[in-house]
């Protein structure tokens, strides 16, 4: 007899037996929380106590290098979405959005004010949306939702450390 069966052919449910929920798909909410709280300022701080480092752009440079933030945080979006369909061709097309040619967009004026702290970050966080971006095609879902993370990461430690005024 089965073991999760009884004499009468009732099933019994084992702890064993829960239905296993794929690891993409349990990474998905806290991937969503972490992108809820990317652009929050530390709570109780104003702009003369916000312990984070300015970069000092001006108002027409803050109005878009906060598009490109928005941007990244559209593809984080679009992939996580696309991870929980399994939709690999969206994964790539919003990865893509966030990759290096977005970092090669960045007026070089607006780069020049950028502190090579802020650049160690940020260059490597282009890089992560261009490897999710290659590795769509082949990796497993898991994985990617693992990549994503790691990247969302990247995207938390930025944000921690810099404001855009």
Do not use: W
Not at 12 to 32: A, C, K, N, T, W
Not at 79 to 84: D, K, P, R, Y
């Amino acid at each position: 007899m089965h073991p999760g069966l009884s004499a009468g052919s009732v099933k019994i449910r084992i702890m064993s037996e829960q239905p296993e929920i794929p690891m993409h798909r349990s990474l998905i909410p806290s991937l969503l929380m972490s992108i809820a709280l990317l652009g929050t300022a530390p709570s109780g701080f104003s702009d003369d106590t916000d312990p984070r480092v300015s970069l000092g752009l001006t108002d027409a440079e803050r109005i878009e290098f906060l598009a490109e933030m928005r941007q990244m945080l559209a593809s984080i979006q679009g992939i996580v979405a696309a991870i929980g369909i399994e939709d690999r061709d969206a994964i790539a097309a919003a990865a893509r959005l966030s990759g290096n040619r977005m970092a090669r967009a960045t007026p070089a004026e607006v780069r020049a004010k950028l502190p090579q702290s802020f650049k160690a970050l940020g260059g490597p966080t282009h890089l992560l949306f261009e490897e999710i971006a290659l590795r769509a095609d082949t990796d497993d879902m898991a994985d990617l939702a693992v990549l994503t993370g790691n990247t969302l990461e990247q995207c938390l430690a930025c944000h921690a450390q810099f404001r855009a005024n």
